[in-house]
């Protein structure tokens, strides 16, 4: 897909900005007047200040700031309210809706557990979920209680619930590339689910596995391996990619010749093919061809079944190659490879949802009061966006509240 760009800077506005960005900075002075809660909500009693709903006041009364302290009252609100009218919802719980009978449940998504009840529309998850807001618990039967809660999991926090551990032979090392969700989380009591031992335990088989993947890595990263790999890339059946390249608009050939050029080893796929799998692996539209090697490693996972996940693509493809070098035949190195991918992605999961929790528990203990997330602004997001050198930024629109 090609567009003219006009030339210099241009800043792109949508709805959601036209929306905001209009009342940032009344909501920026509104949060720094002492007095005023800096928060979403503020359950004081049986009543909930809404900030939006002073940003609508002040607002209506000429964005007089002056008066603003004395339009609190007229803020607070009942629990019913604040969440009908103004999608309070309570933190850090979240509304889900089943897409196919369209209930509703009440999630807890750092203990990724729900309240033990199914509510059949929204006004009865409303009402449970106004019960929570002023601090009273939801009853029922479930698999843990945190703090007089009681949930029910979604997955239980088990090492049992991994498939078998692929094992291959790679020699590990401490590597700094290796990332491990729990490298930097500490055991914290109080989430019965997770107990010491079985944090040590996902947090040991994590590291074991995240280094033997970092060695392979290293080890695949030898020019020999890929230069005795590519000869034998049609090995894995590239044919199948053509129907995988149908859309690819042939009328547009301009880099067809140097993709040619480039990989003389996919002769048995077209232009547009080649092209097509270019742009699949660098993840944008008619980029500009270069020989890589990581092409090379993405290929072979395109072969694979298309239930495999695509999230790290080229990983797999580095296993598959790894074991289709060190012996195993083709058949045997992609069903290699695809037990890996799902060891991995079991195993990234549940060490992820351990170290949300456990980090959850380590903020929730030092949280005093009854309130909702700081009021931040998307002006806030952009100075955010600078400082840390971020060229941009993904809003999704939530309509649940």
Not at 114 to 120: G, I, T
Not at 144 to 171: A, I
Not at 204 to 216: C, F, G, K, L, Q
Request: glycine letters at 6%.
């Amino acid at each position: 897909m090609r567009s003219e760009a006009p030339s210099g800077r241009f800043f792109c506005l949508d709805e959601f900005h036209n929306h905001h960005m209009s009342d940032d900075v009344l909501r920026e002075r509104l949060r720094s007047i002492d007095g005023i809660p800096g928060v979403s909500y503020q359950v004081n009693g049986e009543n909930v200040f809404v900030f939006e709903k002073l940003v609508q006041l002040v607002k209506q009364n000429g964005h007089n700031l002056e008066s603003a302290l004395d339009l609190v009252p007229k803020a607070t609100m009942t629990a019913a309210e604040a969440i009908e009218e103004w999608s309070v919802f309570p933190e850090p719980y979240s509304r889900e809706i089943n897409k196919i009978d369209h209930s509703q449940s009440i999630y807890h998504p750092y203990f990724n557990a729900y309240l033990p009840r199914k509510y059949p529309d929204r006004d009865t998850c409303n009402a449970d979920a106004a019960r929570l807001l002023l601090g009273n618990p939801v009853e029922g039967e479930g698999d843990f209680v945190y703090r007089g809660q009681t949930m029910v999991l979604r997955q239980p926090f088990t090492l049992d619930r991994l498939p078998p551990r692929p094992e291959w032979d790679v020699p590990v090392s401490e590597d700094p590339s290796a990332y491990t969700h729990l490298w930097n989380t500490n055991f914290v009591r109080g989430f019965a689910p997770v107990t010491e031992s079985l944090f040590n335990n996902v947090k040991s088989a994590e590291w074991e596995w995240n280094h033997a993947i970092a060695a392979t890595w290293t080890y695949m990263g030898n020019p020999e391996c890929s230069a005795s790999l590519w000869p034998r890339v049609g090995e894995f059946g590239l044919e199948q990619l053509e129907l995988k390249s149908m859309d690819v608009d042939e009328l547009d050939p301009e880099h067809h010749q140097q993709f040619q050029a480039l990989y003389p080893e996919l002769s048995m796929l077209s232009p547009a093919a080649i092209q097509k799998a270019y742009d699949e692996y660098c993840e944008s539209m008619w980029e500009y061809p270069e020989r890589c090697d990581g092409f090379l490693y993405h290929l072979i996972v395109s072969t694979v079944s298309s239930d495999m996940s695509r999230d790290t693509p080229e990983k797999t493809g580095r296993l598959i190659a790894h074991a289709l070098l060190t012996g195993s035949s083709i058949k045997d190195a992609c069903r290699f490879g695809s037990e890996a991918q799902q060891y991995d992605t079991a195993l990234s999961g549940l060490a992820y949802q351990v170290a949300m929790a456990m980090k959850f528990v380590a903020g929730d203990s030092a949280t005093e009061g009854n309130e909702g997330h700081p009021v931040i602004t998307f002006s806030d997001s952009l100075r955010l966006m600078r400082k840390a050198k971020i060229n941009s930024v993904t809003a999704k629109q939530n309509n649940h509240n």
